[in-house]
């Protein structure tokens, strides 16, 4: 009597990586859950620092001058510290880093995807610092936001790799042009005696910084919380 064949079973995976998936999706909801936080509160309260600093003009203003601006006093070598929004801003810039390091460590517990935890944990940390440290001790304040704008903007173009489309292509073109517009931010003093540095003005560049960087980490945050990259990554276990 012949044998009688029957098709192969369709392979399932095993409990433990069922349970590694599971974790997996749990974790990278949380991390785009703060993601999402993290962005999303700084854009609304940076709307309610700017209606509380009196005469504030985003075409002259950087936006850490919300948090301390310093101007020169009666004496030549004296700052007096300006800072009605400051409350407002310093913990809205400290929140956000503190949320986006979270995340990006959460992220990389659950991916080991290196290279962008620790390009989206510069992001935040340099925004915590940022944050913590306002314009009072400028070179301080001015490191950290370089490290911060370095790390998001690099972010974003790295994302590329595990983003779906059209997604991917979108964060690619948020970090090259938040990292272009830090090359103008760097050298603003040509581009300004040039054009006004495009009309935009040294806060309407910094804010070509930074924006695509806020509106990419939504984004980011978003795709996260929907559990699709956990899917993914699990079935690549």
């Known amino acids: ?101 979270v995340s990006a460590v959460l992220f990389y517990a659950a991916t080991r995807k290196r290279g962008f935890s620790i390009l989206f ?37 790295v994302a590329y790799r595990f983003l779906p489309s059209p997604l991917k292509y979108l964060s690619v073109v948020l970090g090259l042009l938040s990292f272009a517009s830090l090359i103008v931010l760097i050298f603003e003093g040509p581009f300004y005696r040039w054009n006004g540095i495009f009309g935009l003005g040294v806060g309407g560049i910094e804010r070509m910084v930074v924006y695509p960087i806020i509106i990419w980490e939504i984004a980011l945050g978003a795709y996260l919380m929907s559990g699709v990259l956990s899917l993914s990554h699990g079935e690549q276990a």
């Open 1 to 101: 009597m012949s044998a009688i064949n029957t098709p192969p079973r369709p392979a399932t995976a095993s409990p433990f990586k069922r349970l590694i998936t599971a974790n997996s999706t749990r974790i990278l909801k949380t991390a785009g859950l703060l993601a999402l936080l993290a962005a999303a509160q700084w854009v609304l309260m940076v709307i309610v620092a700017e209606t509380q600093y009196p005469n504030y003009v985003i075409q002259q203003h950087f936006l850490s001058d919300l948090g301390a601006t310093c101007q020169r006093g009666l004496v030549p070598i004296a700052c007096v510290i300006v800072s009605p929004s400051s409350l407002i801003w310093d913990s809205t810039l400290a929140l956000m880093g503190l949320l986006s390091l």
């Open 121 to 157: 944990g510069l992001w935040g940390l340099g925004a915590f610092i940022a944050g913590v440290v306002p314009e009072t001790l400028l070179s301080v304040h001015e490191l950290a936001s370089t490290l911060a704008f370095v790390g998001g903007s690099l972010a974003a173009i």
